[in-house]
């Protein structure tokens, strides 16, 4: 159980939050509410995990946000213009991938810390977004798009299937992969990693690129569930990237990585907001529940900290030489 509760240390928070709402509202453990929840945790998880590695890596990326603003402009432009969905789609992605490239190449070339260059990236997207699309919604109706949120394969919500392969891609990566390992290294100690002889630039360009294009595919889901874009979609969602990240158990300062903790954290996170809502309380204590969150995970890891610090984790090199291989 000890163990348990060490590399998923949600799992009691979530089912007391479980047990709460269940007793203040008639209608949270229907099966069409753990539906609703599941598929808006699945949604935020995708990037939440990009993310992880992002935060194991000892970095952050404040940019997502407008990624996902963007990404969903550029799609649905392009789905108006006559261009196939699956090429609309792609197209998004990509810009993603350049945004996420830009910020890397920024980061290691120019050497600015990824506060700034990721703070600054976030304010420039966000223009070229509102820029785009003109301050006008971008509406589409694309049967192929809403697909990435209201298909149901083998009767199972999209973003839910979604969210497991990316989950099973992400635990693979970051414990059964030489790159898992070395985003690891980079975060525990970047210097030692150097030295050690690993592609320390490479790496991190590498994890700001997966998660312009987690960005990317963000946008694409908004953009499907709504069915169209804008330019001030995704402000704010860079708080909530990083927050289930953190609560979640993944080291703020690098060094682990807790994918189980990720997931866990973006269902705690939206099964909050859905029992807010199902309490008829108003959407801004919502945003207010999510920064008290981020506080509290936050405190409790500083009073934990050397407990933390010794406690065996996932995806933890054991040493530069094994890091290395």
Same mark, same amino acid.
């Given at each position: 159980?000890?163990?348990? %509760?060490?590399?998923?240390?949600?799992?009691?928070?979530?089912?007391?939050?479980?047990?709460?709402?269940? #007793?203040?509202?008639?209608?949270?453990?229907?099966?069409?509410?753990?539906?609703?929840?599941?598929?808006?945790?699945?949604?935020?998880?995708?990037?939440?995990?990009?993310?992880?590695?992002?935060?194991? %890596?000892?970095?952050?990326?404040?940019?997502? $946000?407008?990624?996902?603003?963007?990404?969903?402009?550029?799609?649905?432009?392009?789905?108006?213009?006559?261009?196939?969905?699956?090429?609309? %789609?792609?197209?998004?992605?990509?810009? $993603?991938?350049?945004?996420?490239?830009?910020?890397?190449?920024?980061?290691?070339?120019?050497?600015?810390?990824?506060?700034?260059?990721?703070?600054?990236?976030?304010?420039?997207?966000?223009?070229?977004?509102?820029?785009?699309?003109?301050?006008?919604?971008?509406?589409?109706?694309?049967?192929?798009?809403?697909?990435?949120? $209201? =298909?149901?394969?083998?009767?199972?919500? %999209?973003?839910?299937?979604?969210?497991?392969?990316?989950?099973?891609?992400?635990?693979?990566?970051?414990?059964?992969?030489?790159?898992?390992?070395?985003?690891?290294?980079?975060?525990?100690?970047?210097?030692?990693?150097?030295?050690?002889?690993?592609?320390?630039?490479?790496?991190?360009?590498?994890?700001?690129?997966?998660?312009?294009?987690?960005?990317?595919?963000?946008?694409?889901?908004?953009?499907?569930?709504?069915?169209?874009?804008?330019?001030?979609?995704?402000?704010?969602?860079?708080?909530?990237?990083?927050?289930?990240?953190?609560?979640?158990?993944?080291?703020?300062?690098?060094?682990?990585?807790?994918?189980?903790?990720?997931?866990?954290?973006?269902?705690?996170?939206?099964?909050?907001?859905? =029992?807010?809502?199902?309490?008829?309380?108003?959407?801004?204590?919502?945003?207010?529940?999510? $920064?008290?969150?981020?506080?509290?995970?936050?405190?409790?890891?500083?009073?934990?900290?050397?407990?933390?610090?010794?406690?065996?984790? #996932?995806?933890?090199?054991?040493?530069?030489?094994?890091?290395?291989?």
């Amino acid at each position: 159980m000890t163990s348990i %509760m060490r590399r998923a240390p949600l799992v009691l928070p979530l089912v007391g939050v479980v047990i709460i709402l269940s #007793a203040t509202t008639d209608s949270f453990l229907t099966s069409g509410n753990i539906e609703n929840v599941l598929v808006a945790a699945g949604i935020l998880a995708v990037p939440g995990l990009a993310m992880t590695l992002c935060l194991a %890596m000892g970095e952050f990326d404040l940019s997502i $946000g407008s990624t996902v603003s963007l990404t969903g402009v550029v799609c649905c432009s392009a789905i108006i213009a006559g261009q196939p969905a699956i090429l609309a %789609m792609a197209l998004a992605l990509a810009v $993603g991938a350049v945004i996420g490239l830009a910020n890397g190449l920024v980061i290691t070339k120019l050497g600015v810390t990824p506060f700034i260059a990721t703070l600054a990236t976030l304010v420039i997207v966000r223009g070229l977004s509102l820029a785009y699309s003109d301050g006008h919604d971008q509406i589409v109706s694309s049967p192929a798009l809403k697909y990435l949120v $209201g =298909g149901r394969p083998l009767g199972v919500p %999209m973003p839910v299937v979604l969210a497991i392969i990316a989950t099973i891609s992400a635990w693979w990566t970051m414990n059964r992969t030489r790159f898992g390992r070395w985003v690891c290294a980079v975060g525990s100690n970047r210097e030692a990693a150097r030295v050690s002889g690993l592609p320390v630039d490479r790496i991190r360009i590498a994890v700001y690129v997966l998660v312009g294009v987690a960005g990317g595919f963000w946008g694409l889901l908004i953009s499907s569930q709504l069915q169209k874009g804008n330019g001030q979609l995704g402000m704010g969602f860079e708080l909530d990237a990083i927050t289930v990240v953190v609560i979640g158990g993944t080291a703020l300062l690098g060094g682990r990585a807790s994918i189980v903790g990720t997931v866990l954290g973006a269902v705690l996170i939206e099964a909050i907001r859905n =029992g807010l809502n199902l309490l008829n309380t108003p959407p801004a204590y919502q945003r207010i529940s999510v $920064g008290l969150l981020l506080i509290a995970a936050l405190a409790i890891r500083g009073v934990h900290r050397v407990g933390s610090d010794t406690a065996p984790a #996932a995806a933890q090199p054991a040493t530069a030489q094994e890091v290395a291989r």
